[in-house]
C-alpha cells in the first residue's frame, strides 16, 4: 500500500527512485513501477502535475491507483521529502517518461519540485539518474542538453523498439524499453528478452 513519507519503507530491500513526467508515455512509469513489485524493490514514486493530466488522457487509472502501486508516494512539491536528501540512500533514480520540460531543469540545476531536486541530488551522489526522454524531432536546444547531462553523469534513454525481440503487442515493447533501464540499475526483469539467449543469433556468415 502506498503511504506518503518514508514511514512505508522497508530498510531491508533496495530503493528506486521513479519519477513519472508529463511527456506522453505514462506507461513506461507504470511499469516501472510494476517492475518493482517483481523484482522485491522498494519503489519511491514521483509524480509532476502535468503527469496526472497524461495519466488522465492515456489510462483509466486514477491518481491514487497508481500512487497504490509503488511503497511510498510523494507529492510533486514536497521538496522535503526523503527522497531530496543525498543521506536516504537508493540505487539511484529513474524517470519514465521524462518531459523536455523536466530535463532542462535538471540540467540547469535551478529544481523547483521534488521531481527535479531527487534528480539533482541523485547526480550529486554519483548515482545512476536514466531519462527515457520523450520527444521527437529534437532540436539543437534538446540536444545540447542532452550532451550537458550526459556530461553530468546522467543516462539518457529514449523508449525505443527493439524490433529483434519480434514483439507481439504494445506492452511487449514497453517492458522491453524498461526492462532494459532497469538492467542499469543492476536489476534483471524477466520480462526483458535478450540477444543471444532468448532471442538466437542468426548464423555466422562464411568470411
Do not use: N
Request: aromatic content about 4%.
Amino acid at each position: 500500500m502506498s503511504r506518503e513519507g518514508p514511514a512505508g519503507a522497508d530498510q531491508g530491500r533496495p530503493r528506486l527512485v521513479v519519477g513519472i513526467a508529463g511527456a506522453s508515455g505514462v506507461a513506461y512509469g507504470l511499469r516501472a513501477l510494476a517492475a518493482c513489485q517483481d523484482l522485491g524493490v522498494e519503489s519511491h514514486l514521483v509524480m509532476s502535475r502535468a503527469a496526472a493530466l497524461t495519466l488522465a488522457q492515456e489510462t483509466q487509472l486514477s491518481l491514487a491507483e497508481v500512487q497504490a502501486m509503488a511503497d511510498v508516494a510523494y507529492r510533486p512539491g514536497d521538496v522535503g521529502a526523503a527522497i531530496a536528501s543525498g543521506s536516504f540512500p537508493t540505487l539511484g533514480m529513474l524517470i519514465a517518461p521524462c518531459s523536455v520540460r523536466t530535463m532542462s531543469e535538471v540540467a540547469t540545476g535551478v529544481t523547483s519540485s521534488l521531481m527535479t531536486r531527487a534528480a539533482d541530488v541523485t547526480l550529486k551522489e554519483r548515482r545512476p539518474l536514466v531519462l527515457m526522454v520523450r520527444e521527437t524531432p529534437l532540436h539543437l536546444g534538446h540536444l545540447r542538453t542532452m550532451v550537458k547531462l550526459a556530461e553530468m553523469g546522467a543516462v539518457i534513454a529514449p523508449p525505443l523498439p527493439a524490433f529483434y525481440a519480434k514483439p507481439l503487442s504494445l506492452d511487449e515493447m514497453v517492458d522491453q524499453s524498461v526492462g532494459r533501464t532497469l538492467d542499469l540499475f543492476g536489476l534483471s526483469w524477466s520480462k526483458v528478452k535478450r540477444w543471444g539467449q532468448d532471442v538466437a543469433m542468426p548464423p555466422a556468415a562464411d568470411d
